[in-house]
């Protein structure tokens, strides 16, 4: 294990208790979370999808190979997400600091927006993070590289108008791409 995943052990789980608590402790019943977690992404993808709450308990089955997670409440912005199996593998990985094992490419559906987050490091706050806060994220779709070196070169600026590298240098670099103007 690297020392960047051992040290974000250790500041992981207080970002992860803020971002992840259940949307059933928010007063979210299932047929609320499931129409908010439908909403990230087309129906092509969204309608035959799995949905889990954020404790990782299905709500619905699915038949297709996606999943889709509801809107957290109880953080800023509208953050439904509709991923595959890549996706699962760095959310698990992410939620329990450790390195993600994906070997194929990861899709990310984020068509409500996103909750607002460091670019370049998903442990940092608003106050350690300066100009890499990312704000006001409309819809979205992320990528996953299983070569992370195939993201070397493309810039990390979120507000250059076009894609971005978000967490570079990081196990957990990824490819954004707005749909939304920035």
């Known amino acids: 294990m690297n020392s960047y995943v051992r040290a974000l052990r250790w500041s992981l789980p207080a970002l992860l208790m803020a971002l992840l608590i259940p949307a059933v402790a928010h007063g979210q019943d299932a047929d ?7 909403s990230a992404a087309p129906g ?13 308990n299905e709500l619905r089955a699915g038949t297709n190979g996606w999943t889709c997670l509801p809107d957290d409440e ?7 997400w509709c991923i595959n199996a890549p996706w699962m593998n760095f959310l698990h990985a992410l939620m329990n600091g450790e390195e993600p ?5 990861g ?10 987050i460091c670019n370049i490091d998903p442990a940092t706050t608003e106050e ?19 070569d992370l070196s195939s993201l070397e070169g493309i810039t990390t600026d979120h507000m250059n108008g076009g894609h971005w590298v978000m967490w570079p240098g990081t196990p957990y670099a990824h490819l954004m791409i707005p749909i939304d103007s920035r």
């Open 32 to 38: 609320a979370m499931i129409a908010s977690a439908v």
């Open 74 to 80: 109880s953080v800023l912005g509208n953050s439904p």
């Open 101 to 105: 094992t994906y070997t194929e490419v």
């Open 128 to 146: 350690e993070c300066g100009d890499d806060w990312v704000a006001d994220m409309g819809a979205h779709l992320m990528m996953l590289m299983p």
């Open 107 to 116: 899709v990310a559906y984020m068509l409500m927006g996103d909750s607002p």
């Open 44 to 56: 092509s993808v969204s309608d035959d999808a799995r949905v889990l709450d954020w404790s990782m």
